[in-house]
């Protein structure tokens, strides 16, 4: 894999992260580095458990469904653990 798809994989990473911090309410914890992770991570987990409950991902649709769901899900534990943040 050469640099672009790097490149490519942390773009949609971030786009992913960004979506999930959209539709989870409250105020969201980290910055553009944590925000891609989230999205990155949330893809494995949200690819996990559609396989766990016999969902079929191909279809580039329930992919990008379960990523954002593995990301909310991902979002909602790191605020359980980081907890909430401060306003100055």
Same mark, same amino acid.
């Given at each position: 894999?050469?640099?672009?798809d790097?490149?490519?994989?942390?773009?949609?990473?971030?786009?992913?992260?960004?979506?999930?911090?959209?539709?989870?309410?409250?105020? %969201?914890? @980290?910055?553009?580095?944590?925000?891609?992770?989230?999205?990155?991570?949330?893809?494995v987990? @949200?690819?996990?458990?559609a396989?766990?409950?016999?969902?079929? &991902? &191909? %279809? %580039?649709?329930?992919?990008?469904?379960?990523?954002?769901?593995?990301?909310?899900?991902?979002l909602?534990?790191?605020?359980?653990?980081i907890?909430?943040?401060? &306003?100055?």
């Amino acid at each position: 894999m050469g640099f672009f798809d790097y490149l490519w994989i942390g773009l949609i990473g971030l786009a992913i992260g960004v979506i999930a911090k959209l539709l989870t309410p409250g105020r %969201d914890p @980290g910055g553009c580095i944590v925000t891609m992770l989230i999205g990155l991570v949330g893809s494995v987990l @949200g690819g996990s458990l559609a396989r766990a409950f016999g969902i079929s &991902t &191909t %279809d %580039d649709a329930m992919w990008f469904i379960m990523s954002v769901v593995g990301a909310i899900i991902l979002l909602l534990i790191y605020r359980l653990i980081i907890g909430p943040r401060k &306003t100055p």
